[in-house]
């Protein structure tokens, strides 16, 4: 168990040199935040930080399937997410691949488990590179803000009931 | 500089959980053993275990570039590999992503460098794997004895002059 358990806040810790760690309570019960993960209806309305629009082109939530998703900016740039997941156990654990176009060939794995605390969800989130250059190149790029907003329209959509 | 130096032997280390490291001296100059892998109509003849026939489908070895060789067995099965190219800097090192169509979303980077000693090559090839039972499960498919193969074939086709 963590300390951390307050909703609406990210707890990022860094457990090795090419490892990212997050821990964040949602104030909702696991298959719903589960749900938001996978439901290539609900991602749109969370993934990506405030003013990007995601549409879903890729998601087959199971061993070896693909996923894929562009993002599209305000200014009308387009970037694409994608990769596959390893393994998809509902409502308890997602692993998956994420690359972006940008960097064809670099490759991390997020795995996100997601455990009930009384009617909320405390999802642990590992981020694995494959080097310390690459963890260091994801921090730097601004993921952590990026991630924040993220997390805070998944709020909002959770509070949607 | 190592003690292995001898042509025809390969040497395979673990430096650490998640690493391979595999050296071996060529009986050529880096410039034709850097050819060997990364000329399309070079690769078929000696990429893969004996008995294997493989085919080029992508080769694009710059950065960014993708590969992705079909490798056909004596029984007809086939399987892909694939990957992309992270940097390529002739005749000195190669680094790409290695992936097979079995195990989606387990990707590993193999970086190979070659060094110049006399008039020969010595190729030191390292793959990272994101976690430790990646490592161990490509040890245990049996990777040793199809890489010997594959180095046999390439100091074959090398002495052809």
């Not at 991602?43 to 061993?63: C, D, H, M, N």
């Amino acid at each position: 168990m963590s300390e951390q358990s307050t909703v609406g806040v990210s707890n990022l810790t860094l457990p090795n040199e090419r490892e990212i760690r997050v821990e964040r309570v949602f104030d909702a019960p696991p298959e719903r935040v589960f749900a938001a993960y996978t439901d290539p209806e609900l991602i749109p309305q969370w993934w990506g930080p405030r003013g990007t629009t995601t549409t879903v082109e890729e998601l087959e939530p199971k061993t070896g399937g693909r996923w894929q998703f562009r993002s599209r900016g305000e200014d009308g740039s387009e970037i694409v997410f994608r990769g596959y997941f390893r393994e998809v156990t509902a409502p308890e654990r997602i692993s998956q691949t994420f690359e972006w176009d940008g960097m064809p060939g670099y490759v991390s794995v997020d795995t996100a488990s997601f455990e009930r605390v009384g009617e909320q969800t405390r999802v642990v989130t590992t981020s694995i590179f494959h080097t310390a250059e690459e963890r260091d190149g994801m921090i730097e790029s601004g993921m952590e803000k990026g991630m924040n907003e993220t997390y805070e329209r998944l709020d909002e959509l959770l509070a949607q009931g």
